[in-house]
């Protein structure tokens, strides 16, 4: 499988939530906590002299939904950390922002995080 902004992610979290980390949407009655993330654009990359770039960037917006809000949050800071650390070194844009499901009852966390990768 080609290197992917989705498939770093994917490697990189699954482990934080017992393998339940998906692109896009999670499915229906899966347990908590779980991952949720997909694409949100990029940077392009500047070519200089007519030259590929060696390297893409994705903006990945993750997102975490668990039974309470402190249990999302502490789920979304093992993601920062998992992200911001060696050996993706993604870079967070802003802050976490909270979610709440009425419906569902669950409690989430969103954050975009800029990844450098080569393909």
Partial sequence: MANSAHAIVSAALKGLVGGRCYPS???EGVGRPFIVYQSAGGQSANYLGNTVAGQKNARMQIAVWADTQQAAIDVMQ??????????????SIGAPVDDHEADTRRYGQRLDFSIWYSP
Wanted: glycine share 6%; aromatic share 0%.
């Fill in 25 to 27: 949407v999670a499915p």
């Fill in 78 to 91: 093992q993601v920062d950390a998992t992200l911001s650390g060696a050996p993706i070194l993604a870079t």
